[in-house]
């Protein structure tokens, strides 16, 4: 298990901006596969983007390609999120997860690949 705590929330209006981190202190981030997910009230938990341990390849979903940024700093053991282009429909609570260092890429997404969360961070974004 890995501890996960995640911040930079908040409410933002549609077309700005937010940076969400992850902080997990003490690990090296490059040992995990680092995912951010999602949860909006009334839906299920979906994939964002994630970042794999073994080769630093990025993911993300088709909904945020284009518009957020996933990065890892190993040194400050903080995985980030860059959100531009923000939409009403971007608001949801958004949760860090660590999976193992390699997940093949067709299971990326797979909530079920990923042992740690975080206890999420709420993005509200007006119209």
């Known amino acids: 298990q890995v501890l996960l705590a995640e911040s930079g929330g908040g409410l933002v209006q549609a077309g700005g901006s937010l940076r969400l981190s992850c902080a997990a202190p003490g690990r090296t981030l490059s040992g995990y596969t680092m995912g951010w997910f999602r949860q909006a009230p009334g839906k299920e938990r979906e994939f964002v983007s994630a970042v794999r341990g073994s080769d630093g390849r990025t993911y993300y979903a088709d909904s945020v390609k284009g518009r957020f940024t996933i990065s890892r700093d190993n040194a400050k053991s903080t995985l980030h999120l860059q959100m531009n282009s923000l939409t009403p429909e971007d608001t949801a609570a958004y949760y860090c997860?660590?999976?193992?260092?390699?997940?093949?890429?067709?299971?990326?997404?797979?909530?079920?690949?990923?042992?740690?969360w975080g206890q999420g961070t709420q993005v509200t974004v007006s119209s």
């Open positions: 997860a660590a999976g193992a260092r390699h997940i093949i890429v067709s299971a990326i997404s797979a909530a079920s690949q990923y042992h740690s």
